[in-house]
């Protein structure tokens, strides 16, 4: 009977594997555990760590808006996103701004952030 279970030696070595690794995790578990804890006796403390090191101040960069340009040009020469131009510049048509307009742009962390967006390249 267990001739036919057990057909070849990797069956066997699979076999005798897993029982030690169940026997190993109930061991370890009762260890460590010392098998009287349970769910609700567990209790997680989360803390937060606020470091003094030193703080950035950011001084805005101004751009002014040459003829031709839109602000989706203006986001890739800054590696800006367009979104983020029109929300800083409180701008109620991206598809229209006019030449010399000063543009407060925010600062590049390198991400350009891809969405909708309503302007479109030249």
Known sequence: MAGMFLRTRLHMYLLWSTCAFAALAILSGLLTDDGSSTASDT???MSTTTFGGPTTTYVPK???????????????????????????????????????????????????????????PP
Not at 81 to 103: F, M, Q, Y
């Open 62 to 120: 101004t751009y002014t808006v040459q003829s031709g340009e839109s602000l989706f040009s203006i986001a890739q020469r800054f590696n800006l996103s367009a979104p983020a131009l029109v929300e800083l510049n409180k701008i109620k048509n991206p598809d229209r701004v006019a030449a010399g307009t000063v543009l407060l742009l925010p600062p590049s962390n390198g991400f350009v952030a891809i969405g909708a967006t309503t302007t479109m």
């Open 43 to 45: 209790t997680v403390a």
